[in-house]
């Protein structure tokens, strides 16, 4: 019997749903799942579009398989399964939202914070239990969560493994807003609206220089800044925003 696709893909014209979709194992992420997240990639790496991330059953993803997990060795552990599927997913051109409901622990947490935007629900409950299970959290944990939320808050998150709800998520930045389970997809379509509504080439040079270290500013910003100053749409999009309050 053949498997069911472990994501599901709706595509649009600027934005793709993607949808973690293995109920029975509370979206937990395998191999399989990995393998379409890099189809994915490529994909979007080719056509650029906004990145929605989601779950289905109202989980986004409870963690990496563990069965499979408890399987790897060291070799395994150096290829670095996980952490490079979500670092193309990080470095996609346009902007990823996750849409957070439920659990999303583990590598399931690792996947969201490689997001640009993270909302929630008020059933969220999201950390890093690696090391109660003898591993570390090595699939972008350790160098992207104190980025979201502070070394000292990251650092005792990992360190004790603890979950976060809804409400601390919130309050330390974990995610940006929290919705109604019903309203969660909708508000995430609200924020691509948005992001759709700009211009693209903007959006894309807003995300490299924002992902570039300190030590990369002002010189990355100045020199993106202008290619956009020759770009025929700065011209015409300034030039109607002047037309209207003009009116």
Same mark, same amino acid.
């Given at each position: 019997?053949?498997?069911?696709?472990?994501?599901?893909?709706?595509?649009?014209?600027?934005?793709?749903?993607?949808?973690?979709?293995?109920?029975?194992?509370?979206?937990?992420?395998?191999?399989?799942?990995?393998?379409?997240?890099?189809?994915?990639? @490529? %994909? =979007?790496?080719?056509?650029?579009?906004?990145?929605?991330?989601?779950? &289905?059953? !109202?989980?986004? *993803?409870?963690? +990496?398989?563990?069965?499979?997990?408890?399987?790897?060795?060291?070799?395994?552990?150096?290829?670095?399964?996980?952490?490079?599927?979500?670092?193309?997913? @990080? %470095? =996609?051109?346009?902007?990823?939202?996750?849409?957070?409901?439920?659990? &999303?622990? !583990?590598?399931? *947490?690792?996947? +969201?914070?490689?997001?640009?935007?993270?909302?929630?629900?008020?059933?969220?409950?999201?950390?890093?239990?690696?090391?109660?299970?003898?591993?570390?959290? @090595?699939?972008?944990?350790?160098?992207?969560?104190?980025?979201?939320?502070?070394? &000292?808050?990251?650092?005792?998150?990992?360190?004790?493994?603890?979950?976060?709800?809804?409400?601390?998520?919130?309050?330390?930045?974990?995610?940006?807003?929290?919705?109604?389970?019903?309203?969660?997809?909708?508000?995430?379509?609200?924020?691509?609206?948005?992001?759709?509504?700009?211009?693209?080439?903007?959006?894309?040079?807003?995300?490299?220089?924002?992902?570039?270290?300190?030590?990369?500013?002002?010189?990355?910003?100045?020199?993106?800044?202008?290619?956009?100053?020759?770009?025929?749409?700065?011209?015409?999009?300034?030039?109607?925003?002047?037309?209207?309050?003009?009116?």
């Amino acid at each position: 019997m053949t498997e069911p696709a472990p994501l599901r893909i709706e595509r649009g014209d600027d934005r793709v749903v993607a949808t973690l979709d293995r109920p029975a194992r509370r979206n937990a992420i395998d191999q399989a799942t990995i393998d379409a997240l890099h189809e994915l990639c @490529a %994909e =979007l790496e080719a056509e650029p579009r906004i990145l929605i991330l989601t779950g &289905a059953d !109202g989980v986004f *993803a409870s963690g +990496a398989d563990i069965a499979q997990l408890r399987e790897r060795r060291a070799a395994d552990a150096l290829r670095g399964i996980n952490a490079h599927a979500f670092i193309r997913i @990080a %470095e =996609l051109p346009m902007p990823v939202i996750a849409a957070l409901d439920g659990y &999303a622990l !583990g590598g399931g *947490a690792e996947l +969201a914070y490689a997001a640009d935007i993270r909302i929630g629900t008020a059933t969220v409950k999201m950390g890093n239990p690696e090391t109660g299970l003898g591993i570390l959290a @090595a699939a972008g944990a350790s160098w992207r969560l104190k980025e979201i939320v502070g070394d &000292a808050r990251a650092a005792e998150l990992l360190l004790t493994g603890r979950t976060v709800d809804a409400d601390e998520a919130l309050a330390i930045g974990l995610v940006s807003s929290l919705h109604e389970p019903d309203d969660l997809l909708p508000a995430a379509h609200r924020i691509a609206d948005r992001i759709a509504r700009n211009d693209p080439a903007a959006t894309m040079a807003t995300k490299r220089v924002f992902r570039m270290p300190r030590a990369s500013h002002p010189d990355a910003d100045l020199t993106e800044q202008a290619e956009l100053f020759e770009s025929p749409e700065k011209f015409r999009r300034m030039t109607e925003f002047l037309e209207r309050k003009s009116r």
